[in-house]
C-alpha cells in the first residue's frame, strides 16, 4: 500500500495566495447583497451607543492617502466597537461648498460665470460636488469601510442648511454675531476673506526696510529735529501708514549720527546700527517709551500726521521697537489704532490693487507696489536701508499663494465672549494624544473673532436682511423662516429671490418705514457648515447623540474642524459637541517628505489596492504609530505584504489541520488537554488580551506586533511545527490529535475575530472555510473571550521555561547540520546533561523528543557530568550525533524498530500500529 495515504496531511480549500485586488470585490459584493451594514445594526441594536462623528472629506477628486489613513482608522474602531458590547452606527459625511468647487467649474470645466446667474452658477456647483462624492463614496467603499454609505450626510442638502441656520441663528441671539469694519486675513488670488484655518505658512522673499519718519512735534521730550525709525517687510503699507507703536516700558534713546539724531529702542541700537550701516553714533538721550506718547510724526511723502501711540505687542525681537501702524492692514495695528482713535484707511481693493486712497500708486497690485513704495521713500530720503529676507509667509492653503491682512466689513462671531466656557469645554474632553488639549487650548485663549463671511458664491448664505437705514436684521422670526424656506427648497432660493420674497409674510421692521429691504451676499466660512454638523447629523439623525464618544481627524483639523465644532457646539448648547479627540499625523513618503507630483513621491491608494488589496493598505495603517506623521512607499508595504503573507499561512495551517475536525463532536475540554496545549491556550489568552486592551487605546500598532509575533512565534517557530508528528502520523480521532486540533481551533476562532476590524476582507474569507460557525459573517460575532484555565501562570512559567531550554537545543542542532554531523533534525539522537535549575523540569515533561524534532534523546545526568565533546549552554550540555536505526518511510523518524513489523518492513513500530489498526480492514 501507498502509506502515504495513511498521513493525515492539511487539506483546504482557503488559497494560500491572496489574490486581494480580485477576491476583495467579491467579498464586497457579497456584504452589498447581505446589506451587512443593516444586519450589525439590528444585532448591536439595544446595546450602549457608541458614536464616532465623521468629520468630512472635501467633495473634490479621488482619495489620497490622508483620507485613506483617516477612514480606514474610523472602521476599525467602529468595527471594534459594534463586536464588543457597542451599537455602533457610523453615518459618512461630505463638505461640498467652498472655492474648490468654483474653481474647478470654471478652471477645469472652462464654465463662464459671468454669462450665468449665481443661482445657475450654483447649480452647476452643486452637480459638480454629488459627482465627487459619488466617485469618492466607491474608492471609500473599495477600502472596506463599512457605513450608512446610503445615506451620508451632505452639507449642501436642504435639511443639513436648515439646521446650519438655526446654529447660526442661535448665535446671533445669544449676541455673538456681529458685523464690523476689521483687518482680517484676505486673499486675493480668491478675493475672500480666509480664517485662520485657511492659512498656511510658506516661505517667501520679501523687501527689509528701515525708514525715517520725521518728528514734527516732539511733545518736550522730543526736540523735533529727531528721526523715528521702523522697520517692515511690506512696504507697501507704508501708503496706509497712520501711526508709530513704542512699547511704554521699554527704554528708546535718541542717537546721533553724522549730525542726524534717530530715535530707536536702546536694546535694538546695536543691530541697527549694523543694519542701517551706522559707522560712528552717539546717544544723546535715553527715555522710557511712555514718554513718546502722543508725540506727532510726519508722513515720509503725504502730508499728513503720524502719531506716536503706545502698544503691548511692541518686542525687542527684531527691527527698531517702533513699530509702523497701519490699521487697515494688521490686527494689533487695528486694536492700538481704535483705542487712539486713527481711523482705519485701506487703501488696496479685493483684488489686491491700490484704490485711489494711496495716491500715487493707484492701480498697482500690492506686491508690485512694494519697489515703487521703496523707491519713492529713497527718492524723499526717508529710506535707510533695503535689503531682502526670506521667511515664513502667510498663504491662501487653496491658491498656494500670499494672503494680506486688509481691514473689510465682514461678519464675525465673537469668540472672547464665550471664552471662558470654550476653555472649560476643552478640559472636559479626553484628547489622544494628550498634547490636543493644550494645542487648541492655546488656539482658544487668544482668539477674539471669528471671521465667518466670504465673498464668494458657492456656500450657505448669511441669513441676515438689511433695512433701509443700512441697519442688519436677525430676529427669531426671521432665522425661522429662512430655516423653513432652505428646508423645503435648498439654500439656493436666497440668490433666486427677492428679500422681500424671503421674509416671513407681513414681515415689519423699524428699520424699515417703508417697507424695503436688501439681503446679505456674503456666504458662511465653509468651517461654519461643517462645524454644525454636531447639529446637524448628531441631533437630527435619529441613530446618533450629541456629543459624540469620538472626533477622529489628522491634527491639522485643531485649527479645523475640531476648532469651529467646538465654537458652534458651545456657543448653542454650552458644552464640547465630543466626548473624546483623536488625531492623527500625516501620510509622507518613504524619506519622510511630503508626498507632491512633483517629486514623484505619492503613494495613490487606488493604485495600492489594484496592485495589492485593501487589506494591505489597512494592516499598514494598523502598523503605524499613527499619531505622529507616518510613512508610506512602496518598499514599505511589501514588508506588511509579507507580514500578511505570514498571518495568512497561519489561517490556512489552521484550517488545513481541522479538515476532519468537528467543533461539536471532538473538542476536549481544557482539563484533559496535554499541558503544552495548555500553554499555547495561555500565550492565546494573553494575546487576546493585549488586542482587546489595544483596541480599547487606540493602539492599533500593538495589535499587529501581537498577532504577528503569536503567529511566528508561538505558533509557526514552535506549537505548529511540533504539533506536524502528531497531527499527520496519529490515528484521526486519537486523543493527542484531537487535543492538538481544539487548542488550533480556539486560536483560528480567536485570530479570526480579532483581525476582523483591521483585515475584514480576509478574516471574512476565512469564516467561510471555519467548522461550526453558524453565522453568515464574521462581523456578526463579537470579540473572543478568554478560555478559564486552572494553574495557568504556573503551566506559562514552566513552558517559558522550557522555551529557553529547546532554544539551546535547536543551536546546538543548528551547529551540527552546519558541521555536517547530522542532516535534518530528525536524523539526530541528542544526549542532555541539564543544569540543576532544568534537569527536574525536563524530566517531567513527556514526549521530549517530538518536542524537539529529533528520532531520539537522552538525558544522562547533570550538566558537570557531560562529556568534554559536549556542548555547553547556560541551561545545559548537549551531544549530538546521527541517530542509530533506520528511517520510518511513513514518520521519517530514524529509529531501530524500522521493519520489527514483519507486514510493513519499511515503518517504525509506532506507525506499523496505527496503520494496522486504522487502515487495513
Not at 493 to 514: C, M, Q, V, Y
Not at 568 to 575: C, L
Not at 905 to 911: D, K, M, V, Y
Request: proline letters at 5%; one cysteine or more.
Amino acid at each position: 500500500m501507498d502509506y502515504k495515504d495513511t498521513l493525515l496531511m492539511p487539506k483546504t480549500d482557503f488559497p494560500m495566495r491572496g489574490n486581494l485586488p480580485k477576491r476583495e470585490p467579491e467579498i464586497q459584493a457579497k456584504w452589498e447583497e447581505l446589506n451587512i451594514y443593516k444586519l450589525v445594526q439590528k444585532r448591536t441594536e439595544g446595546r450602549p451607543l457608541f458614536v464616532l462623528h465623521d468629520g468630512p472629506p472635501y467633495a473634490n477628486g479621488d482619495i489620497h492617502m490622508g483620507h485613506a489613513l483617516n477612514k480606514i482608522l474610523k472602521d476599525i474602531i467602529v468595527r471594534y466597537k459594534s463586536m464588543s458590547g457597542y451599537h455602533a452606527p457610523y453615518v459618512p459625511g461630505w463638505d461640498t461648498h467652498g472655492l474648490p468647487i468654483e474653481t474647478a467649474l470654471t478652471k477645469n470645466k472652462k464654465v463662464d460665470r459671468k454669462k450665468m446667474s449665481v443661482a445657475e452658477f450654483r447649480k452647476l456647483c452643486e452637480e459638480y460636488a454629488y459627482e465627487q462624492i459619488d466617485r469618492q463614496r466607491e474608492q471609500f467603499k473599495r477600502l472596506g469601510v463599512r457605513g450608512d454609505w446610503e445615506n451620508p450626510y451632505i452639507t449642501l442638502t436642504k435639511e443639513y442648511e436648515a439646521q446650519q441656520i438655526k446654529v447660526f441663528g442661535e448665535m446671533a441671539k445669544k449676541g455673538y454675531i456681529y458685523k464690523g469694519l476689521k483687518p482680517v486675513y484676505w486673499s486675493p488670488s480668491s478675493e475672500s476673506a480666509l480664517a485662520e484655518a485657511e492659512i498656511e505658512y510658506k516661505e517667501k522673499r520679501s523687501p527689509s526696510i528701515y525708514v525715517a519718519f520725521p518728528v514734527k512735534d516732539g511733545k518736550g521730550v522730543l526736540f523735533g529735529d529727531e528721526k523715528i525709525v521702523i522697520w517692515t517687510t511690506t512696504p507697501w503699507t507704508i501708503p496706509a501708514n497712520l501711526g508709530i507703536c513704542v512699547h511704554p516700558e521699554l527704554e528708546y534713546s535718541v542717537v546721533e549720527v553724522g549730525g542726524t539724531k534717530f530715535v530707536v529702542a536702546s536694546a535694538l541700537i546695536e543691530s541697527v546700527a549694523k543694519e542701517v550701516e551706522w559707522n560712528e553714533y552717539n546717544v544723546v538721550k535715553t527715555f522710557k517709551g511712555e514718554h513718546l506718547e502722543h508725540v506727532v510724526a510726519r508722513h515720509p511723502f503725504y502730508d499728513r500726521d503720524s502719531l506716536v501711540i503706545l502698544g503691548e505687542h511692541v518686542t525687542t525681537d527684531a527691527g527698531t521697537g517702533c513699530v509702523h501702524t497701519a490699521p487697515g492692514h494688521g490686527e494689533d495695528d487695528f486694536v492700538v489704532g481704535k483705542k487712539y482713535g486713527l481711523g482705519v484707511l485701506c487703501p488696496v481693493d479685493d483684488k489686491g490693487y491700490f484704490t485711489s486712497e494711496a495716491p500715487g500708486f493707484e492701480g498697482l497690485f500690492y506686491d508690485d507696489a512694494n519697489k515703487v513704495v521703496t523707491q519713492k521713500l529713497e527718492e524723499v530720503g526717508a529710506l535707510l536701508k533695503l535689503t531682502f529676507i526670506t521667511h515664513s509667509y502667510p498663504h491662501d492653503w487653496r491658491t498656494k499663494k500670499p494672503t494680506i491682512f486688509r481691514a473689510t466689513s465682514q461678519w464675525f462671531a465673537s469668540i472672547k465672549d464665550f471664552r471662558d466656557e470654550l476653555l472649560k469645554a476643552i478640559k472636559e474632553v479626553k484628547w489622544i494624544p494628550a498634547w490636543g488639549e493644550t494645542r487648541l487650548y492655546n488656539m482658544i485663549k487668544d482668539r477674539e473673532d471669528w471671521c465667518i463671511s466670504r465673498q464668494r458664491a458657492w456656500g450657505v448664505p448669511i441669513p441676515v436682511f438689511y433695512g433701509e437705514d443700512g441697519e442688519p436684521i436677525i430676529t427669531d422670526e426671521t432665522i425661522e423662516h429662512v430655516s423653513n424656506l432652505f428646508r423645503e427648497h435648498g439654500s439656493n432660493i436666497w440668490f433666486e429671490r427677492e428679500a422681500k420674497d424671503l421674509l416671513p409674510p407681513g414681515f415689519t421692521s423699524p428699520h424699515s418705514p417703508n417697507g424695503k429691504f436688501t439681503k446679505e451676499t456674503d456666504i458662511m466660512d465653509v468651517w461654519f457648515d461643517s462645524g454644525s454638523s454636531h447639529q446637524a447629523v448628531l441631533v437630527e439623525r435619529e441613530e446618533l447623540q450629541r456629543p459624540a464618544d469620538l472626533y477622529l481627524e489628522g491634527s491639522d483639523q485643531y485649527r479645523g474642524w475640531f476648532n469651529s465644532s467646538l465654537s458652534t457646539s458651545v456657543a448653542v448648547t454650552g458644552k464640547a459637541p465630543y466626548k473624546g479627540v483623536l488625531s492623527h499625523g500625516f501620510a509622507l513618503d518613504g524619506e519622510g517628505r511630503k508626498m507632491s507630483k512633483s517629486l514623484g513621491n505619492v503613494v495613490v491608494p487606488n493604485k495600492v489596492m489594484e496592485q495589492l488589496g485593501a487589506d494591505i493598505l489597512r494592516l499598514w495603517v494598523a502598523s503605524v504609530d499613527y499619531q505622529a506623521d507616518v510613512r508610506v512607499s512602496d518598499a514599505i508595504l511589501k514588508q506588511v505584504a509579507e507580514v500578511y503573507r505570514k498571518i495568512r499561512n497561519t489561517f490556512r495551517f489552521l484550517l488545513g489541520n481541522l479538515h476532519d475536525f468537528d467543533p461539536a463532536v471532538h473538542k476536549v475540554p481544557v482539563s484533559e488537554l496535554r499541558e503544552v496545549d495548555v500553554y499555547i491556550l495561555a500565550k492565546l489568552n494573553k494575546v487576546i488580551e493585549k488586542v482587546l486592551d489595544s483596541y480599547e487605546n487606540y493602539d492599533f500598532a500593538s495589535i499587529y506586533h501581537a498577532v504577528n509575533n503569536f503567529c511566528t512565534i508561538e505558533l509557526s517557530s514552535f506549537y505548529l511545527d511540533v504539533a506536524k508528528d502528531i497531527l499527520y502520523i496519529e490515528a484521526a480521532d486519537s486523543k493527542n490529535r484531537r487535543s492538538i486540533q481544539t487548542v488550533l481551533y480556539e486560536a483560528l476562532l480567536a485570530l479570526t475575530k480579532l483581525v476582523t476590524p483591521i483585515l475584514p476582507h480576509t478574516a471574512e474569507e476565512v469564516w467561510a472555510y471555519i467548522p461550526g460557525v453558524t453565522e453568515v459573517s464574521v462581523q456578526l460575532v463579537d470579540m473572543p473571550k478568554v478560555t478559564e484555565i486552572d494553574n495557568a501562570a504556573a503551566i506559562e512559567e514552566k513552558w517559558d521555561t522550557f522555551m529557553k531550554v529547546r532554544d539551546d537545543v535547536l543551536k546546538a542542532l543548528e551547529n551540527a547540520r552546519n558541521e555536517k554531523v547530522i542532516g535534518k533534525s530528525l536524523t539526530a539522537s541528542i544526549t542532555l546533561y541539564p543544569n540543576e535549575k532544568y534537569k527536574e523540569l525536563l524530566e517531567n515533561i513527556e514526549d521530549l523528543a517530538k518536542l524537539f524534532i529529533v528520532s531520539h534523546l537522552e538525558i544522562a545526568g547533570s550538566q558537570e557530568q557531560a562529556p568534554e565533546e559536549a556542548e555547553r549552554f547556560d541551561t545545559l550540555s548537549i551531544v549530538v550525533k546521527q541517530a542509530e536505526g533506520e528511517t520510518c518511510e511513513r514518520c521519517w523518524v530514524v529509529t531501530p524498530t524500522v521493519g520489527t513489523v514483519s507486514e510493513h518492513p519499511t515503518l517504525c513500530s509506532n506507525c506499523a500500529t496505527i496503520v494496522q489498526e486504522h487502515y487495513i480492514k
